[in-house]
Protein backbone atom coordinates (compact mmCIF):
# COMPACT_ATOMS: atom_id res chain seq x y z
CA UNK A 1 0.00 0.00 0.00
CA UNK A 2 1.45 3.33 -0.42
CA UNK A 3 2.39 5.60 2.75
CA UNK A 4 2.07 8.83 0.59
CA UNK A 5 -0.89 9.25 -1.68
CA UNK A 6 -1.52 12.24 -3.57
CA UNK A 7 -4.75 12.14 -5.50
CA UNK A 8 -4.00 15.67 -7.63
CA UNK A 9 -1.17 15.28 -10.02
CA UNK A 10 -2.11 18.75 -11.66
CA UNK A 11 -3.58 21.58 -10.29
CA UNK A 12 -4.62 25.34 -11.35
CA UNK A 13 -5.18 28.68 -9.27
CA UNK A 14 -5.97 31.97 -10.36
CA UNK A 15 -3.07 34.50 -9.23
CA UNK A 16 -3.92 35.67 -5.56
CA UNK A 17 -6.49 32.68 -4.78
CA UNK A 18 -6.18 30.36 -2.08
CA UNK A 19 -5.19 26.87 -3.10
CA UNK A 20 -5.51 23.30 -1.21
CA UNK A 21 -3.10 20.51 -2.46
CA UNK A 22 -4.13 17.13 -0.88
CA UNK A 23 -2.24 14.39 0.47
CA UNK A 24 -3.08 11.17 2.64
CA UNK A 25 -0.06 8.81 5.02
CA UNK A 26 -0.73 5.35 6.05
CA UNK A 27 1.65 4.79 9.10
CA UNK A 28 1.32 2.18 12.20
CA UNK A 29 3.55 4.24 14.14
CA UNK A 30 2.19 6.18 17.00
CA UNK A 31 5.28 9.18 16.55
CA UNK A 32 6.14 10.31 12.68
CA UNK A 33 6.24 13.60 10.88
CA UNK A 34 4.74 15.02 7.67
CA UNK A 35 6.31 17.93 5.51
CA UNK A 36 5.82 19.72 2.75
CA UNK A 37 8.36 20.49 0.02
CA UNK A 38 8.43 22.54 -3.58
CA UNK A 39 10.61 21.78 -6.48
CA UNK A 40 10.69 24.46 -9.13
CA UNK A 41 11.69 23.46 -12.76
CA UNK A 42 15.36 24.17 -11.42
CA UNK A 43 15.00 20.99 -9.63
CA UNK A 44 16.27 21.85 -5.82
CA UNK A 45 13.47 20.76 -3.28
CA UNK A 46 12.90 23.21 -1.05
CA UNK A 47 11.40 22.54 2.59
CA UNK A 48 7.98 24.37 3.15
CA UNK A 49 6.47 23.27 6.43
CA UNK A 50 6.27 20.57 8.58
CA UNK A 51 3.69 18.77 11.03
CA UNK A 52 4.40 16.93 14.20
CA UNK A 53 1.70 14.01 14.49
CA UNK A 54 1.82 15.07 18.72
CA UNK A 55 1.02 18.74 17.46
CA UNK A 56 -2.20 19.87 18.16
CA UNK A 57 -2.15 22.95 16.15
CA UNK A 58 -1.65 23.14 12.22
CA UNK A 59 1.27 24.42 11.62
CA UNK A 60 1.85 27.70 9.70
CA UNK A 61 4.64 28.75 7.63
CA UNK A 62 3.74 32.05 6.04
CA UNK A 63 1.60 31.82 3.17
CA UNK A 64 1.52 27.80 3.99
CA UNK A 65 -0.89 26.48 6.48
CA UNK A 66 -0.92 22.59 6.75
CA UNK A 67 -4.52 21.27 7.27
CA UNK A 68 -3.21 18.14 9.75
CA UNK A 69 -6.89 16.12 10.41
CA UNK A 70 -4.70 12.91 12.42
CA UNK A 71 -8.09 10.91 12.34
CA UNK A 72 -8.30 10.99 8.79
CA UNK A 73 -4.81 10.90 8.15
CA UNK A 74 -4.81 13.96 5.97
CA UNK A 75 -2.31 16.51 5.91
CA UNK A 76 -3.49 18.42 3.48
CA UNK A 77 -1.56 22.24 2.35
CA UNK A 78 -2.72 25.04 2.12
CA UNK A 79 -1.79 28.37 -0.04
CA UNK A 80 -2.97 31.36 0.16
CA UNK A 81 -2.63 35.13 -1.71
CA UNK A 82 -1.14 32.38 -4.92
CA UNK A 83 1.99 34.29 -6.59
CA UNK A 84 3.35 33.30 -10.09
CA UNK A 85 6.25 32.07 -8.40
CA UNK A 86 4.46 29.31 -6.74
CA UNK A 87 4.11 27.33 -9.84
CA UNK A 88 5.79 24.07 -8.99
CA UNK A 89 5.95 20.49 -8.13
CA UNK A 90 4.35 20.14 -4.67
CA UNK A 91 5.66 16.88 -2.57
CA UNK A 92 4.42 15.47 0.39
CA UNK A 93 6.44 13.26 2.80
CA UNK A 94 5.99 11.47 6.00
CA UNK A 95 9.10 10.55 7.96
CA UNK A 96 8.78 7.78 10.59
CA UNK A 97 10.49 4.49 12.09
CA UNK A 98 12.96 3.46 15.03
CA UNK A 99 16.24 4.49 13.63
CA UNK A 100 17.78 8.22 14.95
CA UNK A 101 17.27 9.48 10.53
CA UNK A 102 13.63 7.85 10.27
CA UNK A 103 12.51 6.49 6.91
CA UNK A 104 11.41 9.10 4.33
CA UNK A 105 8.27 8.41 2.04
CA UNK A 106 7.40 10.95 -0.63
CA UNK A 107 3.95 11.01 -2.51
CA UNK A 108 4.40 11.64 -6.28
CA UNK A 109 3.71 15.29 -6.10
CA UNK A 110 0.99 17.73 -7.75
CA UNK A 111 1.74 20.38 -10.34
CA UNK A 112 0.64 23.66 -8.97
CA UNK A 113 0.12 26.32 -12.15
CA UNK A 114 -0.29 29.39 -11.03
CA UNK A 115 -2.48 31.84 -13.93
CA UNK A 116 -2.13 35.55 -14.13
CA UNK B 1 29.55 27.83 0.71
CA UNK B 2 25.95 27.06 2.75
CA UNK B 3 23.26 24.39 3.09
CA UNK B 4 24.18 21.56 1.02
CA UNK B 5 26.39 21.23 -2.13
CA UNK B 6 26.44 18.22 -4.76
CA UNK B 7 28.76 18.31 -7.59
CA UNK B 8 28.50 17.59 -10.10
CA UNK B 9 25.22 19.38 -11.34
CA UNK B 10 25.38 17.63 -14.57
CA UNK B 11 27.44 14.08 -15.58
CA UNK B 12 27.32 12.07 -18.73
CA UNK B 13 28.73 8.74 -18.49
CA UNK B 14 28.83 5.26 -20.50
CA UNK B 15 28.15 2.32 -18.96
CA UNK B 16 31.42 0.66 -18.87
CA UNK B 17 32.36 3.85 -16.72
CA UNK B 18 33.22 4.57 -13.29
CA UNK B 19 32.68 7.87 -11.77
CA UNK B 20 31.27 9.30 -8.09
CA UNK B 21 29.03 11.83 -6.64
CA UNK B 22 29.87 13.72 -4.12
CA UNK B 23 27.76 15.69 -1.02
CA UNK B 24 28.71 18.09 1.46
CA UNK B 25 26.49 19.83 3.95
CA UNK B 26 27.46 23.17 5.68
CA UNK B 27 24.81 22.81 7.99
CA UNK B 28 26.03 21.06 11.01
CA UNK B 29 23.95 17.79 10.48
CA UNK B 30 24.20 14.73 11.80
CA UNK B 31 22.28 12.50 8.63
CA UNK B 32 22.26 12.68 5.39
CA UNK B 33 20.63 11.19 2.33
CA UNK B 34 20.67 9.53 -1.75
CA UNK B 35 17.41 10.28 -3.18
CA UNK B 36 16.56 9.26 -6.97
CA UNK B 37 14.19 10.65 -8.99
CA UNK B 38 13.32 9.39 -12.36
CA UNK B 39 10.81 11.05 -14.71
CA UNK B 40 7.41 9.94 -13.80
CA UNK B 41 8.10 8.05 -10.56
CA UNK B 42 8.02 9.43 -6.93
CA UNK B 43 11.06 10.48 -5.18
CA UNK B 44 12.96 6.80 -4.04
CA UNK B 45 15.35 6.77 -0.72
CA UNK B 46 18.78 5.21 -1.59
CA UNK B 47 20.60 5.78 1.34
CA UNK B 48 20.33 7.09 4.96
CA UNK B 49 23.19 7.87 6.84
CA UNK B 50 23.06 8.62 10.72
CA UNK B 51 26.51 9.63 12.43
CA UNK B 52 28.47 8.57 9.31
CA UNK B 53 27.06 5.05 10.30
CA UNK B 54 24.17 3.57 7.26
CA UNK B 55 21.15 2.98 8.62
CA UNK B 56 19.09 2.69 5.50
CA UNK B 57 19.58 0.58 2.18
CA UNK B 58 16.67 0.40 0.37
CA UNK B 59 17.53 -2.57 -1.77
CA UNK B 60 19.63 -0.43 -4.25
CA UNK B 61 21.59 -2.66 -6.77
CA UNK B 62 25.61 -2.70 -6.03
CA UNK B 63 26.26 -0.79 -8.90
CA UNK B 64 25.37 1.75 -6.66
CA UNK B 65 27.54 2.06 -3.42
CA UNK B 66 28.28 5.13 -0.71
CA UNK B 67 30.30 6.35 0.90
CA UNK B 68 30.04 8.46 4.25
CA UNK B 69 33.35 9.49 5.51
CA UNK B 70 32.51 11.98 8.03
CA UNK B 71 29.11 13.88 9.06
CA UNK B 72 29.41 16.80 6.44
CA UNK B 73 30.41 14.54 3.00
CA UNK B 74 28.36 11.88 1.39
CA UNK B 75 29.40 10.21 -1.75
CA UNK B 76 27.70 7.90 -4.38
CA UNK B 77 30.27 5.99 -6.40
CA UNK B 78 28.80 4.50 -9.47
CA UNK B 79 29.96 1.88 -11.77
CA UNK B 80 28.47 -0.50 -14.53
CA UNK B 81 24.99 1.81 -14.62
CA UNK B 82 22.79 1.05 -16.95
CA UNK B 83 20.58 3.24 -19.07
CA UNK B 84 17.73 3.15 -16.99
CA UNK B 85 19.95 4.78 -13.92
CA UNK B 86 19.21 8.17 -15.86
CA UNK B 87 17.64 10.73 -13.23
CA UNK B 88 18.45 13.45 -11.27
CA UNK B 89 20.24 12.56 -7.92
CA UNK B 90 19.50 14.28 -4.49
CA UNK B 91 21.29 14.73 -1.30
CA UNK B 92 19.68 15.43 1.47
CA UNK B 93 20.92 16.31 5.32
CA UNK B 94 18.94 16.71 8.76
CA UNK B 95 19.38 17.16 11.98
CA UNK B 96 18.04 13.93 13.67
CA UNK B 97 18.49 12.46 16.98
CA UNK B 98 15.24 10.96 18.36
CA UNK B 99 11.62 11.77 16.81
CA UNK B 100 10.71 14.07 16.03
CA UNK B 101 12.72 14.10 12.78
CA UNK B 102 14.07 17.35 11.88
CA UNK B 103 13.32 18.56 8.27
CA UNK B 104 15.28 17.60 5.10
CA UNK B 105 17.71 20.22 3.53
CA UNK B 106 18.25 19.32 -0.08
CA UNK B 107 21.25 19.95 -2.46
CA UNK B 108 20.31 21.15 -6.27
CA UNK B 109 21.14 17.72 -7.05
CA UNK B 110 23.05 15.76 -9.78
CA UNK B 111 21.53 15.40 -13.13
CA UNK B 112 22.64 11.81 -14.40
CA UNK B 113 22.78 11.08 -18.39
CA UNK B 114 23.59 6.88 -18.76
CA UNK B 115 24.72 6.29 -22.52
Known amino acids: AQKITQTQPGMFVQEKEAVTLDCTYD???????LFWYKQPSSGEMIFLIY??????QNATEGRYSLNFQKARKSANLVISASQLGDSAMYFC?????????????FGDGTTLTVKP | ETGVTQTPRHLVMGMTNKKSLKCEQH?????MYWYKQSAKKPLELMFVYSLEERVENNSVPSRFSPECPNSSHLFLHLHTLQPEDSALYLCASSQDRQRPFGEQFFGPGTRLTVL
Open chain 1, 93 to 105: AMREGNTNAGKST
Open chain 1, 27 to 33: TSDQSYG
Open chain 2, 27 to 31: LGHNA
Open chain 1, 51 to 56: QGSYDE
